[in-house]
T-cell receptor, first 112, second 113 residues
Framework: DVKVTQSSRYLVKRTGEKVFLECVQDMDHENMFWYRQDPGLGLRLIYFSYDVKMKEKGDIPEGYSVSREKKERFSLILESASTNQTSMYLC???????????FGPGTRLTVT | DAKTTQPTSMDCAEGRAANLPCNHSTISGNEYVYWYRQIHSQGPQYIIHGLKNNETNEMASLIITEDRKSSTLSLPHATLRDTAVYYCIVRPLVPEYGNKLVFGAGTILRVKS
């Protein structure tokens, strides 16, 4: 079974703090994604990575950056957390050439 | 991507079959039907996908009509843990580069004891 893990299920940070969210997958998938999910707005793509050290902006990259130094790990960084970044953050991975994505359990981030 | 229509919510008794319909009348020839679900406060979970033949895996069965304009996801013996929002989407098998996942409103399935 594909397993995607995220570093924290719940996180509380203060405005202005730098926040690291980590995602690890164990299926040797090349493609990895970071989404955020908010009530009424559905899933929104922040960044994706199609291979190590490769990254592309999604629909809402502002205020975020990412790092993919190893194939299995994709990190999302909030350089200076703000209250409007309070959300559920979801990491996913997928084999190239396949459409099904496998998600981690999510990190519910609260910025106060 | 073709649009899908699902009922807003459904109830099912524990142990009975849960059959969730999805209408995708504008599906094109190269698009597959995919199902995901999301249990409250968890990440979405891929369930199954198919093109035109019925498909079965350890989680569910997918029945696609001959004209491919609708499909049904069947959970043969629903349990309380199957309570979730179920999403039906249609996508090409081979995604475009960086193709993101977009869910509609989905069907809230409530399994009751």
């Amino acid at each position: 079974d594909v397993k995607v893990t995220q570093s924290s299920r719940y996180l509380v940070k203060r405005t202005g703090e730098k926040v690291f969210l980590e995602c690890v997958q164990d299926m040797d998938h090349e493609n990895m994604f970071w989404y955020r999910q908010d009530p009424g707005l559905g899933l929104r793509l922040i960044y994706f990575s199609y291979d190590v050290k490769m990254k592309e902006k999604g629909d809402i990259p502002e205020g975020y950056s990412v790092s993919r130094e190893k194939k299995e790990r994709f990190s999302l960084i909030l350089e200076s957390a703000s209250t409007n970044q309070t959300s559920m953050y979801l990491c996913a991975s997928r084999e190239p050439g396949r459409n099904e994505q496998y998600f981690g359990p999510g990190t519910r981030l609260t910025v106060t | 991507d073709a649009k899908t229509t699902q009922p807003t919510s459904m109830d099912c008794a524990e142990g009975r079959a849960a059959n969730l319909p999805c209408n995708h009348s504008t599906i094109s020839g190269n698009e597959y039907v995919y199902w995901y679900r999301q249990i409250h406060s968890q990440g979405p979970q891929y369930i199954i996908h198919g093109l035109k033949n019925n498909e079965t895996n350890e989680m569910a069965s997918l029945i696609i009509t001959e004209d491919r304009k609708s499909s049904t996801l069947s959970l043969p013996h629903a349990t309380l843990r199957d309570t979730a929002v179920y999403y039906c989407i249609v996508r090409p098998l081979v995604p475009e580069y960086g193709n993101k996942l977009v869910f509609g409103a989905g069907t809230i399935l409530r399994v009751k004891s």
